[in-house]
C-alpha cells in the first residue's frame, strides 16, 4: 500500500523536475540567442571576439547537456529504467564542454592532468559498455502488487 504511494511521489517529482529542466534549457537558448545578438550587432559589425566565441560555445554544450538530461529523465517516466551509457554520454559531453572553454595558461598542470585522467576513464568505460554483450540498465520499479 505505502509502496504505491511512494510510486505516485516519484512520478509526480520526474514531471515536476522534467518541467524545470525545460524550463532552463529555454531560458539558457533564449541566453544564447540574446548574447550572438548582442554580439554581432555591436561594434564591430557581425564580428564576435574569440573569447566571446568560446563563452557561446560553453553555453550550447550546457543547452546540449540539458538536453541530454532532460532525455534521461524522459527516459526514467516512460520506460521505468536509466541506460547507464546514456549517463556516461552525458558525462563525456561535459567533459567536452570543459575542455572547451578552459584557459590553459592559467589552469594548474595537476588540474589538466586529472581532467585528461577522467576522459580516459569515461571513454573506457564507454568502450567497455558498449564492446560488452550485456545491456547495462537501472531497471526502477514501479509495478505495484495487485491486491
Given at each position: 500500500?505505502?509502496?504505491k504511494?511512494?510510486n505516485?511521489?516519484q512520478k ?6 522534467i518541467v524545470?529542466?525545460?524550463f532552463?534549457i529555454l531560458?539558457?537558448?533564449?541566453e544564447i540567442?540574446?548574447i550572438?545578438?548582442k554580439d554581432l ?16 560555445f560553453g553555453?550550447f554544450?550546457l543547452?546540449?547537456i540539458?538536453?541530454?538530461l532532460?532525455?534521461?529523465?524522459k527516459?526514467?517516466i516512460t ?5 547507464v551509457?546514456v549517463i556516461?554520454l552525458v558525462g563525456v559531453t561535459?567533459?567536452?564542454r570543459k ?6 595558461k ?5 588540474f589538466l ?10 571513454a573506457?568505460?564507454y ?12 531497471t526502477?520499479?514501479y509495478?505495484e502488487d495487485?491486491?
Amino acid at each position: 500500500m505505502i509502496i504505491k504511494y511512494i510510486n505516485e511521489f516519484q512520478k509526480v517529482i520526474i514531471k515536476i523536475v522534467i518541467v524545470m529542466m525545460a524550463f532552463v534549457i529555454l531560458s539558457a537558448t533564449l541566453e544564447i540567442g540574446w548574447i550572438v545578438f548582442k554580439d554581432l550587432f555591436t561594434p564591430p559589425l557581425f564580428l564576435i571576439g574569440v573569447e566571446q566565441i568560446l563563452d557561446v560555445f560553453g553555453l550550447f554544450f550546457l543547452v546540449i547537456i540539458g538536453i541530454e538530461l532532460l532525455e534521461t529523465v524522459k527516459m526514467i517516466i516512460t520506460e521505468s529504467s536509466m541506460n547507464v551509457d546514456v549517463i556516461i554520454l552525458v558525462g563525456v559531453t561535459a567533459i567536452v564542454r570543459k575542455v572547451m572553454i578552459i584557459d590553459i595558461k592559467n589552469t594548474a598542470p595537476l588540474f589538466l592532468i586529472g581532467l585528461g585522467t577522467l576522459i580516459l576513464a569515461l571513454a573506457a568505460t564507454y568502450y567497455l559498455i558498449n564492446s560488452s554483450e550485456k545491456e547495462f540498465k537501472c531497471t526502477l520499479d514501479y509495478k505495484e502488487d495487485e491486491e
